[in-house]
């Protein structure tokens, strides 16, 4: 089964390029590759299959083969797209069968709300979970604060941080013991990428040499 081997997990949503979006987001996905960003969550519910298809493989052909590609719920399109594997909402299908369907080399992780949904996914065998909002987000809920960010990275599993995520929070997220960070918002900006990606290398290396960061990543 494949470790993640990520800090940062940058989550797309073409809308945010226009109704013309194909050439910005094929920018987009240059400037994450070349700043060095770990993975790339393709968020893009509302394409049908085909479109999903197509866009998974731009994505890869797109990306250094270190950067990990996921597609958001379907494990099926990201295999045949030539993916890393799929992150799953917490509601999403168990793992278990997908393992039984797919083998262990996907790589698959699930987001979570709720400390439950945490030890649900690693008991599952997830590889990963988003936890969030940490921080207060736009439609996402009440946020659930360090102190649960701290106890979700106690499970024995990489936790990244989602919800509300700026590059001044990296250092905090680290020091709760998240193996990464995660968002939309924080990969907005391209001219920001490459301080994005050095402020959370400097923030998990600092973590783990203090004994909080996860030894996953």
Not at 43 to 60: I, M, S
Request: net charge neutral; hydrophobic share 45%.
């Amino acid at each position: 089964m494949p470790k993640p081997d990520f800090h940062l997990l940058a989550i797309s949503d073409r809308r945010a390029f226009g109704r013309t979006w194909e050439d910005p987001m094929a920018r987009w996905l240059h400037a994450l590759g070349a700043a060095g960003t770990g993975a790339l969550v393709l968020r893009e519910k509302d394409l049908d299959d085909r479109a999903l298809y197509g866009l998974a493989r731009r994505a890869r052909a797109a990306l250094p083969p270190a950067c990990r590609l996921l597609v958001n719920g379907r494990l099926d399109i990201a295999c045949a797209a030539g993916a890393d594997g799929a992150h799953l909402p917490a509601d999403g299908l168990p793992l278990p069968p997908l393992r039984a369907r797919f083998g262990p080399r996907p790589l698959l992780g699930r987001s979570t709300h709720t400390l439950d949904e945490v030890e649900r996914a690693r008991d599952e065998g997830a590889d990963y979970v988003l936890f969030g909002p940490v921080w207060e987000t736009p439609g996402k809920g009440a946020p659930q604060g360090l102190a649960a960010l701290r106890r979700a990275a106690a499970y024995g599993l990489p936790v990244l941080a989602l919800g509300g995520i700026t590059i001044e929070r990296i250092p905090e997220v680290a020091e709760a013991g998240a193996a990464g960070a995660a968002g939309i918002r924080l990969f907005q900006r391209e001219e920001e990428f490459p301080a994005v990606v050095d402020a959370a290398r400097r923030a998990f290396a600092a973590a783990q040499r203090a004994g909080t960061g996860s030894d996953d990543q």
